[in-house]
Structures are given as C-alpha cells and as structure tokens.
C-alpha cells in the first residue's frame, strides 16, 4: 500500500484544451478516494495520469516516495479496472485471473495460491473452467476485479467500473466493494459520474469541474456545505433549489423575495449577510428540508402550484412552481398526493438555507457572527 500525491498535476491537450488543470491532492495510504464529476471534467484524465497511460504536461506524481513521472505504468505497481472489463475472450476465468502472474514470472505454486484466495474472495471459484462469455454481467465484473485483486498491488485504480451495470446489480456491486476494502485495506481511486456511488462508497470524494478541483471532504460534509452552485446542484437526487434573489434589509429583518414570495429572516441570526444587502445572491434549499406541514418554530412559508407528484416507492417528489414559472422540488412522504395546479404552502427551517454570491457562485458563511 502507499499514498498517492499530486502536485500541480495538469494535462494540456493540442490546441491549448487544458484537461486537468493544476490538481494538488494526497490521498492517504489505504484511503478509498473517489474522483466525482460530471463527463468531460478531467476525472478520467487524471485517473490515467496516475496509472501512466497518459503523459503529464506539468507537476508531480508520487506513489509511495517516489516521483513516478516517467516511470513506466507496467512499472508503478498499480492495478486497473476499467468499464469494460478487457477480460481475454479466450481464456478461461482462471486463465483470466493468473496471466498477468505469469507475465511476471511468478513461482506456479504462487499463482495457484493467489488466484484460488481469490476466487474464494469474490465468490467466483464455480467459475474458473468458464469462458467470459459463458458469465453474467456482474461475474464478469467480479472476474475483472479478481485479475486486479489477484496481482496484490500497492493501489487499485477503478474507472467507472459499475457503470455498466443494471440497478440492482450496480447496488449490491458498490457494497462489495465497500466490504472488499475494508478487508483489503488497500488505497483506491474510483472515478465515477454516479453521485450516489461516491456517497456510498468513498471515504472522501474530489469534485472535479472543468479540470479543476472545486471541493474535497467528506461525503457528509460536501453534501452539507457545498462551496459553491456548481457542488450544491451536481449533489443530490433532486440536487439543491436555487434561486436568485436579492438581500434587502427592513428594521431587524433580512428579506428575500422569490417570485410571489417574500422570505423574512431575522438579522441577529443572520448577521453576517448584512454587507451583502443589496446585493444579488442565490438562495438555496435542499428538497429533503422541504415539508407540506409546520414542524418547528423557525419554518418559513412558500406557496407553490403543484405540477407532478413522482411516486419513488419508500418516498414521493413534489414537483411545483411558483408565479413565475420557477421551479421546486420537495420530497415527501409515499403516500402523499395532490392535484395539477392545485396551491400549497410548503415549509422549511431558516436554519437549513444556502446563500451563494451571485457573481462567484461561491458560497457565503451564514451566521451571527
């Protein structure tokens, strides 16, 4: 195992199209850090530059203690799973799993050992005498994890490798993984797109944006407080409400009008948005703080018209608009209902909203003080 390091990594393309744009990063030695953003955002690129599939423009990778710039990716003792598979058609599984081993020139005895723990590790032993066309989807997933599994390198490098999976496969997937680290306690990088993979499944999540690094923490803690637009609306299945409004102070209250909507809230507890009165700002709201009913003394009223109400099984989404035409989103209890166009007042806790400055998109610390 060992600690990946970046510094000032970039990677400029022909043309000047600038892919990673100078990413600074530790991911600790037996970490599970998971590359997040939307297709395009150079999570991928940055994924390859690790691996030594793609060459640096600039800046530094150091896996262990040792600058891997120019070193050979056969050479960095990293292990790959890619979206395809790229299993040998071929080769039975256990042709598949010990290849590489063979490639290394690695004692029989050795091979033999390894490539049985670990198909007992991922459940494929039954397995072994097949060919990859003979699996399911999902074996040869497992199969493909094996031959990374099997090579006991110092980091796994994973790249979207659920993404071709059905649902219910894709979930049990990301908890095999889950259980597959922490056995193995080996550092890993898993790029995905899926947000809900990166929650589940990382320990931290990087969210890349247009080759940049725009916010690393926690899963918890990005979700919580987002850095800027870009974070609170990629986040979130509905992502966050947004809304532009302005600051407007009146006596010893803060206001916001959105739409047909004017929003009070007391400046004592609000004080640092002060120097922002006047100013244009964006008002966020998440749709799991939204409820159809008052349940505490800080809930501020909205009124909405009702457009849909989309049934998810354990839970509903309230899809509704205000005046003009903006929309909200809000998530309710299943067996909620309500008509086309008929108007509601949902609720939120003050305590629970976002303000985002509206030239930087960045987010503004709320609070007392």
């Known amino acids: 195992m060992a600690e990946i390091i970046l510094t000032n990594l970039t990677k400029i393309y022909s043309h000047n199209i600038i892919a990673v744009d100078k990413i600074d990063l530790k991911i600790n030695d037996g ?72 490639l290394r020139k690695l004692p029989n005895a050795e091979i033999e050992k390894r490539v049985m723990h670990t198909a007992e590790l991922l459940e494929i032993k039954p397995l ?39 649902a219910k496969l894709r979930a049990s997937m990301r908890t095999e993984l889950i259980k597959l680290h922490r056995k193995l306690n080996t550092t890993t990088i898993h790029v995905t797109h899926d947000q809900v993979e990166a929650m589940t499944m990382g320990e931290r999540i990087c969210i890349l944006h247009q080759g940049k690094l725009i916010q690393l923490g926690t899963p918890l803690d990005i979700y919580n407080n987002p850095v800027n637009t870009f974070v609170a609306g990629f986040l979130g299945s509905p992502p966050m409400n947004l809304f532009n409004t302005k600051i407007l102070p009146n006596n010893d209250y803060l206001n916001f009008q959105i739409s047909n909507n004017l929003i009070s809230l007391p400046d004592k507890e609000f004080r640092t948005l ?47 608009n205000f005046e003009d035409g903006q929309e909200i989103y809000a998530k309710v209890e299943r067996n909620f209902q309500a008509a086309y166009k008929d108007k509601l007042r949902i609720y939120f806790d003050y305590s629970k909203i976002k303000i985002f400055n509206k030239n930087s998109t960045e987010s503004i610390k709320i609070g007392s003080c």
């Open 31 to 102: 970490e599970f850090m998971v590359f997040l953003g939307p297709s395009g955002c150079g999570k991928s690129t940055t994924l390859r530059m690790i691996a030594g599939l793609e060459t640096i423009t600039e800046g530094d990778i150091i896996i262990g203690d040792k600058i891997v710039n120019n070193v050979d990716s056969a050479e960095r003792d990293l292990a790959i799973v890619f979206q395809n598979y790229a299993l040998y058609p071929h080769m039975t599984i256990k042709g598949n799993l010990s290849f590489g081993l063979k």
């Open 128 to 166: 072994l005498n097949r060919k990859p066309k003979e699996l399911s989807g999902g074996q040869q997933q497992r199969v493909a994890l094996g031959r990374a599994l099997v090579r006991e390198p110092v980091a796994f490098l994973f790249d979207e490798p659920l993404s071709n999976l059905d």
């Open 274 to 320: 002060i120097k922002y009165s006047g100013c244009e700002v964006i008002f966020g709201i998440r749709p799991e703080d939204l409820y159809i009913e008052k349940i505490s003394k800080n809930m501020i009223d909205l009124e909405v018209s009702v457009l849909a109400v989309e049934s998810l099984g354990s839970e509903a989404i309230l899809v509704a």
